[in-house]
């Protein structure tokens, strides 16, 4: 009897996995229609004096378009940065604000100027791997090359630390600075399967080897 219910177990466990994806993306899917569409319905109805499910959806996407038309001249930009100036003032709104422009920036790939691309470093300690992004080069009095590199942290790239080392101690990480914020952002779930680190069989691994 135990045996069948192992099975039984093992099955529901199987289907409720294969299940869970599908639907989280009608979960989703069904939560950005109501949201855009009850963004303009109000307004809709009122005007057509009958609700119309998908109308408001329409309508707010026509208004995004011309929000995102509007953003990008001058006059748009001006009054995106008083807004921003106005909630710099509110101690909790900066940070959640600040956050979420960050990773919506990070995601929509235009956040990311700053950085030039996305390198492998050995940290916290040798044998262990982190993604980073490059923003600067120097030379010290040896002729020496370096990397200035920004090591954010997981899963919030708004913090982290600044590093400047040797440009031999990193690894291209043949990734898109997108590509490693969608990593980082992820705790490393959404990665390529290959990486670059390079190894031998006596376990030693780094640039070099």
């Known amino acids: 009897m135990s045996n069948y219910?192992?099975?039984?177990?093992?099955k529901i466990i199987t289907?409720?996995?294969?299940?869970a994806p599908a639907a989280a993306t009608v979960w989703v899917l069904q939560f950005l229609f109501n949201f855009f569409d009850g963004m303009a319905?109000?307004?809709?109805?009122?005007?057509?004096?009958?609700?119309?499910?998908?109308?408001?959806?329409?309508?707010?996407?026509?208004?995004?378009?011309?929000?995102?038309?509007?953003?990008?001249n001058f006059l748009g930009k001006k009054?995106?940065?008083?807004?921003?100036?106005?909630?710099?003032?509110?101690?909790?709104?900066?940070?959640?604000?600040?956050?979420i422009k960050q990773i919506t920036q990070t995601l929509?790939?235009?956040?990311?100027?700053?950085?030039?691309?996305?390198?492998?470093?050995?940290?916290?300690?040798k044998g262990m791997?982190?993604?980073?992004?490059?923003?600067?080069n120097s030379v010290d009095h040896n002729g020496i090359k370096y990397i200035h590199i920004?090591?954010?942290?997981?899963?919030?790239?708004t913090s982290g630390y600044m590093l400047i080392l040797p440009e031999t101690d990193s690894i291209d990480a043949q990734m898109t600075v997108e590509e490693g914020m969608k990593?980082?952002?992820?705790?490393?779930?959404?990665?390529?399967?290959?990486?670059?680190?390079?190894?031998?069989g006596n376990n030693k691994t780094g640039p070099g080897v």
Do not use: C
Not at 150 to 157: A, H, V
């Open 108 to 125: 929509g790939g235009t956040g990311n100027r700053a950085f030039k691309r996305t390198v492998l470093i050995e940290y916290p300690r």
């Open 79 to 99: 009054l995106i940065q008083w807004g921003e100036s106005m909630l710099q003032r509110v101690p909790i709104a900066k940070s959640v604000y600040g956050t």
């Open 41 to 72: 319905a109000p307004l809709v109805d009122r005007v057509l004096g009958v609700h119309i499910p998908g109308l408001g959806l329409i309508v707010s996407f026509i208004a995004i378009f011309f929000l995102g038309i509007l953003v990008t």
């Open 150 to 157: 920004f090591l954010p942290t997981t899963p919030n790239p």
């Open 15 to 19: 289907g409720l996995i294969t299940l």
């Open 129 to 136: 791997w982190s993604l980073a992004f490059v923003t600067g």
């Open 183 to 200: 990593t980082i952002i992820s705790g490393g779930m959404i990665a390529p399967e290959k990486n670059q680190i390079r190894s031998t």
């Open 5 to 10: 219910l192992k099975t039984a177990r093992s």
